[in-house]
């Protein structure tokens, strides 16, 4: 039997798992996560190899509705990654409303209309199973199939890893016969200067309140290595306005010198080695809402 390998898309609104549901078909960490919806920005590819196929799953951010220059780029970056995939998977939560009703979202059935017009396997992921009783779950597969003839559907707990594996063998199934494109213990085709920079970005979600997570960005000004065995890392936090600087760098400097702390232990781990990193907090008006200045912060 010859092997099967090709490019499966994880979209869907945000804040229904896609990030975590990469890190669990993985089984190792990629994506960054919390639990701010629009976390991911960028197109985050994660290989899955196994005896008989080849996985590149590529993690996507959130569809939605909201204006400005970087949601644009985060939309664009979604619809371009399904548009040239072998198969997609649709994320969406198992949510029912009262009394078990169960509705869909208008944003999921604008999503899947989409999908209903790319000409790919359309698989279905129903995430977050662990949030609803088990007899709901039979009523939810058959509302959402009048939306879309998917080709599979598949309830899941990314979370818990409840029904990863089976998703998985499903999947093979709807991919083409292919050679492997990776090599066997390639995780990932993202530089560690990108995944670092994410890595610090993954902090100020968890750290800093409300929406100033929004309006930072992270950019990788040096990486030296040197003879002592550690690696010299200078990371900028970009922010819009001098007020969220200085919330960003906090009384006494405490804040980022925690956010420094836990972004560093994230990137020894990815690197298998010592890290001395260094942050730095400039102010960078507007960023979000212009295109010349995403380009000039890596979102292009």
């Known amino acids: 039997m010859s092997d099967r390998c090709g490019f499966v898309a994880l979209v869907g609104r945000p804040n229904v798992g896609k990030s975590t549901l990469l890190n669990a078909l993985l089984g190792e960490k990629l994506a960054i996560t919390s639990p701010r919806p629009q976390t991911t920005r960028n197109r985050i590819p994660g290989i899955l190899t196994r005896q008989d196929a080849q996985i590149i799953f590529i993690d996507t951010p959130g569809i939605h509705n909201a204006k400005g220059a970087l949601h644009r780029y985060m939309n664009n970056v979604a619809r371009e990654a399904f548009a040239q995939s072998d198969a997609i998977m649709l994320l969406a939560e198992a949510e029912v409303g009262p009394e078990g009703r169960v509705t869909?979202?208008?944003?999921?059935?604008?999503?899947?209309?989409?999908?209903?017009?790319?000409?790919?396997?359309?698989?279905?992921?129903?995430?977050?199973?662990?949030?609803?009783?088990?007899?709901?779950?039979?009523?939810?597969?058959?509302?959402?199939?009048?939306?879309?003839?998917?080709?599979?559907i598949v309830p899941v707990s990314a979370l818990k890893r409840d029904g990863v594996e089976y998703l998985v063998d499903t999947l093979v199934a709807h991919l083409p016969e292919s050679d492997r494109l990776y090599g066997e213990d390639e995780l990932t085709e993202l530089p560690a200067r990108f995944l670092a920079a994410e890595l610090v970005r993954e902090r100020l979600f968890h750290?800093?309140?409300?929406?100033?997570?929004?309006?930072?960005?992270?950019?990788?000004?040096?990486?030296?290595?040197?003879?002592?065995?550690?690696?010299?890392?200078?990371?900028?936090?970009?922010?819009?306005?001098?007020?969220?600087?200085?919330?960003?760098?906090?009384?006494?400097?405490?804040?980022?010198?925690?956010?420094?702390?836990?972004?560093?232990?994230?990137?020894?781990?990815?690197?298998?080695?010592?890290?001395?990193?260094?942050?730095?907090?400039?102010?960078?008006?507007?960023?979000?809402?212009?295109?010349?200045a995403l380009r000039k912060l890596g979102y292009e």
């Open 104 to 152: 869909i979202s208008d944003l999921d059935r604008q999503i899947a209309a989409e999908l209903g017009q790319v000409g790919r396997p359309v698989l279905l992921v129903l995430n977050k199973i662990d949030r609803i009783e088990k007899p709901l779950i039979l009523p939810l597969i058959d509302t959402w199939r009048t939306l879309l003839d998917f080709c599979e």
């Open 207 to 292: 750290e800093l309140d409300q929406e100033l997570p929004y309006a930072t960005a992270v950019t990788i000004e040096s990486w030296r290595q040197r003879g002592d065995g550690l690696t010299y890392i200078d990371a900028v936090i970009h922010v819009e306005r001098d007020s969220q600087k200085g919330i960003v760098i906090g009384k006494g400097g405490a804040m980022l010198k925690r956010i420094g702390t836990e972004a560093r232990q994230g990137i020894e781990s990815l690197l298998g080695g010592p890290v001395h990193l260094k942050l730095f907090v400039r102010v960078e008006a507007r960023w979000t809402d212009t295109d010349v």
